[in-house]
């Protein structure tokens, strides 16, 4: 059973342009959410990690929000550029142990053409 | 960059051979993880260890083994590959969650099986 749904499942943009992708999450308890980035035949590397008290973050031309009431969060990536292109993941974390139990989404895979 | 090493990167082998895919890490993390990634879904958890001769299996049902003899490494082994088995499988480490650290894992770049 997946409790981290993320949409679009894929998308294709211009360079240059803007794009938002969803997370909807069923996780209880909520621990944090973190955004990670995977570029094709890479490992996953993290983007940025959102706890409960915060609401948006910044890092560079990406920008998380969390909605913890809905349980929703957004990845709006900003002048979007060729190395953009990659699958980006949401990962939500518990806190149902001390080790926090991590559920993954499929990920959305974003293309950027010239 | 994260220092998490995984090889081989590509291996494609015969159905009933022994492989061992081999990850190291240089952070010190107690907590490592081997991961499967199938396209187009999300990251299975197969096998994790939180520290030395500890390890644990995940949350799919796998046929490989793990071992935790030395902090830095956490080689997987299957002992008969089928068909099945072809996949990408991601190693990672992490530290343990606290109030400063949020238990971010660092990825190898991957090790993509093909079982003939």
């Known amino acids: 059973k997946n409790q981290v749904e993320q949409s679009p499942q894929s998308l294709i943009i211009l360079e240059g342009k803007n794009c938002t992708l969803q997370?909807?999450?069923?996780?209880?308890?909520?621990?944090?959410l973190r955004w990670y980035k995977q570029d094709t035949g890479r490992g996953p590397v993290s983007l940025t990690i959102?706890?409960?008290?915060?609401n948006t973050k910044s890092n560079g031309r990406y920008t998380a929000t969390l909605d913890a009431d809905t349980k929703q969060s957004s990845l709006h990536i900003t002048a979007s550029q060729l190395s953009d292109s990659a699958s980006y993941i949401c990962?939500?974390?518990?806190?149902?142990?001390?080790?926090?139990?991590?559920?993954f989404g499929r990920g959305t895979q974003l293309t950027v053409w010239p | 960059e994260a220092d998490i090493y995984q090889t081989p990167r590509y291996l494609v082998i015969g159905t009933g051979k022994k492989i061992t895919l081999e990850c190291s890490q240089t952070m010190g993390h107690d907590k490592m993880y081997w991961y499967q990634q199938d396209p187009g879904m999300e990251l299975h958890l197969i096998h994790y260890s939180y520290g030395v001769n500890s390890t644990e299996k995940g949350d799919l049902s796998s046929e490989s083994t793990v071992s935790r003899i030395r902090t830095e490494h956490f080689p997987l082994t299957l002992e008969s590959a089928r068909p099945s088995h072809t996949s990408q499988y991601l190693c990672?480490?992490?530290?343990?969650?606290?109030?400063?650290?949020?238990?971010?894992?660092?990825f190898g770049e991957g090790s993509r099986l093909t079982v003939l």
């Open positions: 990672a480490s992490s530290e343990a969650p606290d109030q400063k650290n949020t238990g971010e894992l660092f």
């Open positions: 959102m706890t409960f008290s915060e």
């Open positions: 990962v939500v974390s518990d806190r149902g142990s001390t080790l926090g139990r991590l559920y």
């Open positions: 997370c909807n999450y069923t996780v209880s308890p909520f621990s944090n």
